[in-house]
């Protein structure tokens, strides 16, 4: 499949078209675009485009050294499946390499998928939200 996967400084994601891939995976539909215009300058972030449509995005919050965290790998409904997804986490660590430890939260059924990225379950630690 041909395919454009660049980081936000070769190609800068626009909000309106992440609005669009979130809508679609059914995603935050409470943020506002003004919102993500804002998150989308704080991040580290590639796409994935198709026919110059965004179907794919990955973002990382960090330090810029010591610890990043993957956040909202998210892929197309119509192009799942197709290893879009990761072809984004393999950009999204190569941007990530100065980085000493990268972390994220997944669902449990993703945990194998992760794992072929390198990322292993860490028992020593819990996650806590407030």
Excluded at 36 to 56: A, D, F, P, T, Y
Aim: contains cysteine; aromatic residues 10%.
């Amino acid at each position: 499949m041909n395919v454009e996967v660049m980081s936000f400084n070769e190609r800068p994601i626009n909000a309106t078209e992440l609005i669009k891939l979130y809508s679609n995976a059914g995603w935050w539909e409470e943020r506002k675009e003004r919102e993500i215009e804002e998150m989308l300058k704080r991040v580290i972030s590639v796409g994935v485009w198709k026919n110059n449509v965004l179907i794919g995005f990955a973002r990382a919050v960090s330090d810029d050294k010591f610890r990043a965290y993957i956040e909202d790998v998210v892929v197309h409904k119509d192009f799942q499946k197709l290893g879009i997804g990761t072809k984004l986490v393999s950009r999204l660590l190569g941007e990530l390499s100065h980085i000493d430890v990268i972390s994220l939260f997944c669902d449990e059924d993703l945990i194998p998928y992760y794992e072929k990225s390198g990322f292993k379950i860490s028992k020593s630690q819990f996650v806590m939200h407030k």
